[in-house]
């Protein structure tokens, strides 16, 4: 489980992030969503360690991040596993040795352990077949796989995703989403996703946190989402044509 | 941020530079890859400009104290001083920075823009220690190897172009280099280089691991790792003669 109490970030004068307190349970996808520039990434920049923030704290299963030493830091962050936007792969490395990577700087087990453990999670997000190719030599949706294939490869218990359908077709974005939804459920992770996809957020968000010029907007589940009387949060979520039609459907069957 | 604020912030990456490495055998082996890419691949453009210059400096010299007063073997002698003091140690590593150094800080820019450091600290590596260490100890070892090369080839190629044009005798130019030599230069050479090695790495990675934006910013910070490896090279240089030779 992953708490986050009064979060405030700044960058010089200006403050992106104010106040936001949340809970991130394990074993559901928990979205955050909001418009681009509304603080979102640098929320999940915050609660992984890679912002530090002026106000607030992040716990992690009950110790704050961001007051433990360099070792307490490190041994959380084995146990995050997050996929980048831009899938963040190395680029010298082919898919292989980048899902083996993690394996190779913190695993203890011989070559062949690593490398079957490697195919194993490649498997489990259906690339198996690509693992001699360079990052560069595979479209930008196997490149989200192979960074989510990397992402788990040491059985993390938290897992974050930073725009994971950005820059995809829809029905790739469905398998991205599907994947995080199963790999969420058989691992048994914490996951966080920061989207502003909202087919996204009706496939997969349990929980979702709606950002809105910094501030924690809303929060709640996809039912309630479809019922909400926040006026910001309408304007985002019904702002496409497709839940337009799905509101109207719903208030025709209502 | 002013000066004294990038001056700060070098020293704090140095310090996390100069931890433990993760692993010994990843490290090791990273080593010998940044020494194969960033010194045995620099061999050629060292190995030709040393023999160049070396002509050159002995030609120069020649005609400009073409005197019946200053004996002839005093060519060699001034080509081999202009060599082990000047030429090899501090322009090859200036020649060194632009080749190296805008390499460096495009590899660990890219890497910074393209979110491939996030996701070593994410991962719970080190990135500095794991991108710039091996960076670091492969300049600093096999910089001293490249100097030394190029002492050689800068001679050899005085006395070459002295010999072929005809401007002194073989033995005249071998008696000239042999003429006063203090062991000592060489190491004062080698001292020198491995500095230069040093800031050569360390500004060109701090220029590119601290590059915000894309491709257009690591084009920025590559001119300004050959810039600034330079302008601290010369300083340095100074500073190195002054306490070193006086």
Not at chain 1, 116 to 125: G, I, M, N, P, W
Not at chain 1, 189 to 215: A, C, K, P, Y
Not at chain 2, 52 to 69: C, E, H, R, Y
Request: aromatic residues 8%.
């Amino acid at each position: 489980m992953i708490e986050v109490v009064g979060l405030g970030k700044r960058f010089g004068d200006t403050q992106v992030l104010t106040g936001i307190d949340a809970v991130f349970r394990k074993g559901r996808v928990n979205q955050i969503i909001g418009r681009s520039g509304s603080g979102k990434s640098v929320f999940a920049k915050c609660m992984v360690g890679l912002y530090k923030p002026e106000e607030g704290k992040v716990l992690f299963e009950g110790k704050s991040f961001h007051d433990m030493d360099a070792d307490e830091k490190r041994q959380v962050r084995q146990r995050i596993g997050m996929l980048f936007q831009g899938s963040a792969l190395f680029d010298s490395l082919t898919v292989l040795e980048n899902v083996i990577f993690p394996l190779r700087m913190f695993g203890a087990m011989p070559k062949s352990e690593m490398e079957d453990r490697a195919r194993e999670c490649l498997k489990l997000v259906r690339i198996q077949e690509k693992d001699d190719l360079f990052p560069a030599q595979i479209s930008g949706g196997m490149q989200k796989r192979v960074g989510i294939a990397r992402a788990i490869v040491l059985e993390p218990q938290y897992l974050f995703c930073d725009e994971p359908n950005s820059g995809l077709d829809p029905q790739t974005a469905i398998v991205i989403d599907d994947l995080i939804k199963e790999l969420t459920e058989s691992l048994n992770t914490t996951t966080v996703v920061i989207t502003h996809d909202m087919n996204s957020v009706m496939e997969t968000g349990e929980h979702i946190l709606f950002i809105h010029q910094g501030r924690k907007w809303w929060e709640g589940d996809r039912e309630a989402l479809l019922n909400t009387d926040n006026k910001e949060l309408i304007e985002f979520v019904f702002a496409g044509s497709l839940m337009r039609q799905v509101k109207e459907a719903m208030s025709r069957r209502s | 941020m002013g000066i004294i604020g990038h001056i700060g912030r070098y020293f704090l990456l140095l310090r996390e530079t100069f931890s433990r490495p993760e692993r010994a055998g990843i490290f090791w082996r990273r080593t010998v890859e940044e020494m194969d890419l960033l010194g045995v691949q620099s061999l050629g453009i060292v190995a030709l400009l040393s023999a160049f210059m070396g002509a050159v400096i002995t030609i120069q010299t020649k005609t400009n104290i073409d005197s019946p007063l200053i004996q002839s073997w005093v060519v060699g002698f001034a080509t081999r001083q202009s060599v082990i003091l000047e030429f090899s140690p501090t322009v090859i590593s200036l020649i060194l920075a632009g080749k190296v150094g805008s390499n460096i800080a495009a590899e660990i820019g890219s890497m910074r823009v393209k979110e491939q450091i996030d996701a070593l600290d994410i991962m719970g590596v080190n990135s500095a220690n794991y991108l710039i260490l091996p960076k670091l100890a492969a300049t600093t070892m096999i910089n001293p190897f490249l100097v030394m090369i190029s002492m050689f080839l800068g001679i050899f190629g005085g006395w070459l172009a002295g010999v072929q044009s005809g401007v002194i005798s073989s033995d005249d130019f071998v008696m000239g280099i042999q003429t006063g030599f203090k062991p000592f230069h060489v190491t004062y050479a080698i001292i020198k280089t491995v500095v230069f090695a040093f800031i050569i790495t360390t500004v060109s990675a701090y220029q590119g691991y601290y590059t915000r934006g894309g491709t257009r910013e690591v084009g920025i910070s590559s001119t300004r790792a050959v810039v600034y490896s330079n302008v601290v090279i010369l300083l340095a240089n100074l500073v190195l003669t002054r306490v070193l030779l006086l």
